[in-house]
């Protein structure tokens, strides 16, 4: 076994959190100018009471008008009633049934990827590369009625968001020039398919957007990129990584794989455990939007709130022993996908694509394990909980 996969950062991280949510649960860090919000009963708090913890970020990111372009349909950065009109667009598209429509196709694709990896006969591969990163790029690509030829593009502008640069990137000048080239170039590649769907009669999400009608009027190009670029960036890197990070907690967990393989009703909550024990998304950002005391702390109007997943979702007043990877826990009250009007659109759609993909790895190997000889290389911590890429073994079956 290849014992506890954790980074030096972030074990230093979560050492600091357990001691930070008995003494100081709501601080302020200066370094990232923010309030941190270690507490989970107040971390549901500030990630759901939209009345007082706005999502729009606008006031802390720099002015830049590739960002301004795709801001107009970011629905995840408005607040009410403008959030709930344009997410009421996409809803539809998303619902569980939905979901279970494209369950045929997302397994097809994660049996040509593992029967891919067969064929060219490995024994060591990195699995991100194989399976974890191509599978829900693909399958948001579909969705979107996108090309999938693309998708090494959308990779990079994901990462060029979230990961390159660093998440706090938006709120700094240096950051958003860094990250301008990639969204100026996801901007234009966005737009020119919006506009090749306006002269063509293909159906598909793209269609639905242009003849959607809000308050009487249609969605202009500006609005539809914004939906656009927040599907394709909300879509495939948190997804990948939950998927990754469940193959470290199975290899972490060596028992663990034997139970899921007798039992496959068990994966769905070995899952929402993988959620809550390695959230790939660190931070949930929120504007204060009046004077709010919060554990006991008063944070300004106008303030910078994030709250902290990795230590709301170690704390032990709501999770009997946290530090423990334990599938049977009673219930998923995990805060990985958020809570509230802004909770994760896409979450049925990760939770199938998780699950696919680890039946096909299971039904495909005998064994994976992680390679104990190679040094995994993790993702900063305050960015993405996870690694870079992940160099396993595989015993065929
Ligand atoms: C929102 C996490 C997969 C689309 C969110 C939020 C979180 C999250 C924490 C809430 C943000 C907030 O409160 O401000 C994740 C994780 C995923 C995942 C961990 C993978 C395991 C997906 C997928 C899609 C998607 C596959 C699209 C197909 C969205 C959208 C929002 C969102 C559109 C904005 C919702 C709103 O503001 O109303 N996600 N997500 N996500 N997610 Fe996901």
Same mark, same amino acid.
């Given at each position: 076994m290849g014992g506890p996969h954790v980074s030096p950062a972030l074990r230093a991280m979560m050492d600091d959190y357990v001691h930070a949510r008995v003494h100081e649960p709501v601080r302020f860090d200066e370094k990232a100018n923010r309030w941190e919000v270690l507490r989970y009963a107040d971390g549901v708090r500030v990630i759901s009471d939209f009345e007082v913890f706005s999502n729009d970020l606008s006031a802390f990111i720099p002015d830049h008008e590739e960002l301004r372009n795709f801001s107009k349909g970011n629905f995840q950065a408005m607040d009410e009633p403008r959030h709930k009109e344009l997410r009421g667009l996409v809803t539809q598209g998303f619902t569980p049934k939905f979901v279970q429509s494209l369950v045929p196709r997302v397994e097809q694709v994660a049996a040509e990827l593992l029967d891919a990896t067969l064929e060219r006969? %490995?024994? @060591? !591969?990195d699995m991100v590369s194989e399976l974890a990163a191509p599978l829900p790029v693909i399958v948001i690509a579909e969705v979107m009625g996108l090309p999938v030829a693309d998708r090494h593009l959308f990779r990079k502008w994901a990462d060029a968001l979230l990961v390159d640069n660093g !998440?706090? +990137? &938006?709120? #700094?000048e240096e950051g958003v020039a860094a990250m301008a080239p990639s969204i100026r170039e996801m901007n234009q590649y966005l737009l020119s398919h919006v506009d090749s769907y306006r002269r063509s009669s293909k159906d598909g999400l793209i269609r639905d957007l242009l003849d959607a009608e809000l308050n009487g009027r249609k969605l202009d190009d500006f609005e539809i990129l914004g939906f656009l670029a927040l599907l394709l960036i909300a879509g495939h890197l948190t997804t990948s990584t939950v998927l990754t990070n469940a193959l470290l907690c199975l290899d972490e967990n060596p028992g663990l794989a034997k139970e899921l393989r007798a039992d496959r009703t068990l994966l769905p909550p070995m899952i929402e455990e993988v959620m809550r024990y @390695? #959230?790939? &998304? !660190?931070w949930i950002n929120r504007c204060a939007l009046t004077d709010v005391e919060v554990g006991g702390r008063r944070i300004p109007k106008g303030a910078l709130v994030g709250t902290s997943l990795i230590s709301t979702m170690r704390d032990e007043a709501e999770f009997a022993q946290p530090d423990v990877f334990d599938i *049977? @826990?009673? %219930? +998923? @009250? *995990?805060l990985a996908f958020g809570k509230g009007i802004h909770f994760c659109l896409g979450a049925p759609l990760a939770r199938q694509e998780a699950r696919i993909a680890l039946t096909a790895l299971f039904e495909r190997f005998e064994d994976f394990r992680v390679a104990e000889d190679e040094e995994l290389v993790y993702h900063d911590p305050n960015d993405m909980n996870g690694t870079k890429k992940l160099p396993m073994d595989l015993v065929r079956r």
């Open positions: 006969g %490995q024994e @060591r !591969v !998440v706090d +990137a &938006l709120f #700094s @390695r #959230s790939p &998304l !660190v *049977h @826990r009673k %219930q +998923a @009250r *995990h």
